[in-house]
């Protein structure tokens, strides 16, 4: 098993729809979480990080479930600007290490 | 605050000369700094984990002897390819941790490497 997980998609949505992707983690003992915004042929940007009581930015709501090992990103009234490839993040080996997952597609469709 | 800036933004060489990449925090002092690659459609993937003033921490599989980092102060770190061949054509980001952060991670622009 992999030690993050994500649905490749790509997830097709129109504009303004509500979209949700998942991001399972293999490691229980897993710290911190990431989700990560990364346009085509351009760095990673942070978009927000997870917390265990959740976090809200704006149309963006993250999630934690420790329980089943995996957090969680909602876009809510998606735009065309959303359009990306979003990056699950999270700390698997201790402080210096953060594992990367493949990433998840997101095209808006107008 | 936390811009991180890397050089060059493109290099096209020729197979068996090394390349140079600087990745430097122009805001703030990095205690860390990280080296990734991303081959097309694929996640990033890391290299090696880089600490000012000490020895690089590579990953399984990254050979240190053909991935040379230097990290000379808190605020630059050095990617050299040595003897690259075509299949090292990738692109190389780097990132840098701000100390009091935690695990969070800023990133450079990255390097497009294209090896002919």
């Known amino acids: 098993r992999k030690e993050v997980e994500q649905d490749p998609g790509p997830f097709n949505v129109p504009e303004g729809a509500t979209v949700a992707f998942n991001c399972t983690y293999s490691n229980s003992a897993s710290q911190s979480f990431f989700w990560y915004r990364q346009d085509c042929r351009k760095e990673p940007k942070l978009l927000m990080s997870?917390?265990?009581s959740g976090n809200e930015d704006g149309r963006f709501t993250a999630q934690l479930n420790r329980a089943s090992q995996y957090i969680s990103l909602l876009i809510r009234d998606s735009k065309l600007s959303d359009s990306a490839t979003y990056l699950c993040v999270v700390n698997s080996g201790g402080y210096q290490k953060v594992t990367f997952g493949t990433g998840t597609k997101l095209q808006v469709i107008p | 605050g936390a811009v991180v800036s890397q050089h060059p933004s493109w290099v096209i060489c020729k197979s068996g000369t090394s390349v140079k990449i600087e990745c430097r925090s122009l805001d703030f002092q990095a205690t860390t700094m990280f080296w990734y690659r991303q081959f097309p459609k694929q996640s990033l993937m890391l290299m090696a984990t880089s600490n000012e003033g000490s020895k690089a921490t590579y990953e399984q599989g990254v050979e240190k002897d053909k991935f040379l980092i230097n990290h000379a102060s808190l605020t630059l770190s050095t990617l050299t390819v040595t003897s690259a061949h075509p299949e090292d054509s990738s692109f190389y980001i780097c990132s840098a941790r701000r100390q009091g952060e935690g695990d969070t991670q800023y990133f450079g622009p990255g390097t497009r490497l294209t090896v002919l």
């Open positions: 997870v917390y265990s």
